[in-house]
């Protein structure tokens, strides 16, 4: 699988006016596959928006190389510059639509600027404007649309350059819940149907939830675990990826419930992760009933990622010492597990 974009060792180092030094990048390296939806998530100030923007060079790193396909866009300057973001299309938070224009000019502006022919341009743009749903809306301005409309029409400008790779920075998160979900409905379509590989920066762990199928999370510029999107919700490995899964995700109790629940259940507590499996065996029934003892599910739940089955449940096993000790034996034969103390 060929690689779209490239990050080798990139980091970026801001001065302020008073001279102080700010590292918002260190020695990040990522590879985002041709096809990829590709997730970059992280709180503020943690660099993901620094880092994409090192994707069209309109910030250069100080030191390491971003590539786009072949092309090493941090070293490309002038005409080589421009004629590489033509094959990059950026998608906004704020919309950053040009207020005096139609909705027709603004999807038409770039291809104005890259040359391309009136009678070309305009058959690119009905085609945009029919994909994203706004033919109704040509030749209204942006003062008249809703801010999901105006995000469509961003993303229909940021495609009309026919471009290889998509960049996404927050541009869900100044919607409303079910414009976001029309919004990836449509980031969705247009990488099932045009082939675009996109990038998508959000703060959102539903956003990577719902159409990414890798993910980078990122802390102090940088990364700090990386993987498919249901690896590192089913596991994950830092601190930070754990925070952002429980955010969408609640199947680990915290400190606070775990304390109700010794309080109020006085068997043996203990985690079991729940992954897709092959066989419908109802294992905790056939293991409780061999060794005479009561299972009681106190906390957790599964949930659906990517067709795939995932979570965590607390259980509490009531009955004889040695019969529970021989059946959370048996169960971690057949399932990860682990006391409720140790799981955290």
Do not use: W
């Amino acid at each position: 699988m060929s690689t779209a974009v490239r990050f080798e060792q990139v980091s970026k180092t801001f001065t302020t006016a008073r001279g102080r030094r700010f590292d918002a990048l260190t020695d990040v390296t990522l590879d985002v596959d041709a096809g990829d939806i590709y997730g970059i998530v992280g709180y503020s100030g943690a660099g993901k928006s620094t880092l994409l923007r090192t994707v069209n060079a309109l910030e250069r790193p100080t030191s390491g190389r971003v590539l786009v396909g072949d092309r090493v866009v941090s070293e490309l300057s002038g005409a080589a510059l421009g004629r590489a973001r033509q094959r990059i299309g950026m998608i906004f938070q704020q919309f950053n639509l040009l207020r005096s224009r139609t909705v027709y000019k603004n999807i038409a502006y770039p291809l104005k600027l890259a040359g391309v022919p009136e009678s070309r341009i305009l058959d690119r743009v009905e085609e945009l404007l029919d994909f994203v749903g706004l033919t109704d809306k040509a030749l209204a301005y942006p003062s008249q649309l809703s801010g999901g409309q105006k995000q469509r029409v961003g993303i229909a400008r940021a495609l009309a350059n026919r471009p290889d790779v998509l960049i996404s920075d927050e541009a869900t998160s100044a919607l409303d819940p079910q414009t976001t979900g029309e919004v990836l409905d449509l980031l969705r379509r247009v990488h099932d149907e045009y082939g675009v590989t996109v990038l998508v920066v959000t703060h959102e762990m539903d956003v990577v939830r719902e159409i990414c199928n890798k993910v980078a999370v990122m802390q102090d510029g940088r990364v700090v675990e990386q993987g498919t999107v249901y690896d590192v919700f089913a596991h994950p490995q830092h601190p930070t990826s754990r925070r952002f899964v429980s955010s969408v995700l609640h199947h680990l109790p915290s400190a606070g419930t775990i304390a109700r629940i010794r309080s109020l259940h006085t068997g043996r507590l203990v985690q079991l992760h729940v992954e897709n499996r092959e066989s419908n065996d109802p294992f905790l029934t056939r293991i409780s009933r061999r060794h005479d003892v009561d299972v009681n599910v106190v906390y957790g739940g599964v949930d659906e990622l990517q067709s795939r089955l995932f979570g965590s449940l607390t259980v509490e096993f009531l009955g004889a010492e040695a019969n529970v000790d021989r059946a959370v034996a048996e169960l971690r034969q057949v399932a990860t597990v682990a006391e409720l103390a140790e799981a955290r």
